[in-house]
Nanobody, 118 residues
Framework: QVQLQESGPGLVKPSQTLSLTCTVS?????????WSWIRQPPGKGLEWMGA??????AYSPPLNSRTSISRDTSKNQFTLQLSSVTPEDTAVYYC????????????WGQGTQVTVSS
């Protein structure tokens, strides 16, 4: 059973960089899946932010200039960094594993609330 767990600060000040880590257990991040970050702002739908596949990354175009995803295979973790945050980046952030267009996301973290506020 694969499990994903997000961790990171729950409160970030405007203009700072948000950094979240997803720790994966029960499976290796070196396998051929897209390890993804998705967020849900209050009252809105899910928003795909980006993913890492082996060492390649892909980002949502609106967030591309502010987003970076990396991985640490020794810890079986992948990390999201979102720079220059504003209150509009307040959301529940999820990490998830994408297995393909026909199968979608099969494993999700429980989500972590991040609030951007001074």
């Amino acid at each position: 059973q694969v499990q994903l767990q997000e961790s990171g600060p729950g409160l970030v000040k405007p203009s700072q960089t948000l950094s979240l880590t997803c720790t994966v257990s029960g499976g290796s991040i070196t396998t051929n899946y897209y390890w993804s970050w998705i967020r849900q702002p209050p009252g809105k739908g899910l928003e795909w932010m980006g993913a890492i596949y082996f060492v390649s990354t892909a980002y949502s175009p609106p967030l591309n200039s502010r987003t970076s995803i990396s991985r640490d295979t020794s810890k079986n973790q992948f990390t999201l960094q979102l720079s220059s945050v504003t209150p509009e980046d307040t959301a529940v952030y999820y990490c998830a594993r994408f297995t393909g267009w026909s199968t979608g996301y099969d494993y999700w973290g429980q989500g972590t609330q991040v609030t951007v506020s001074s």
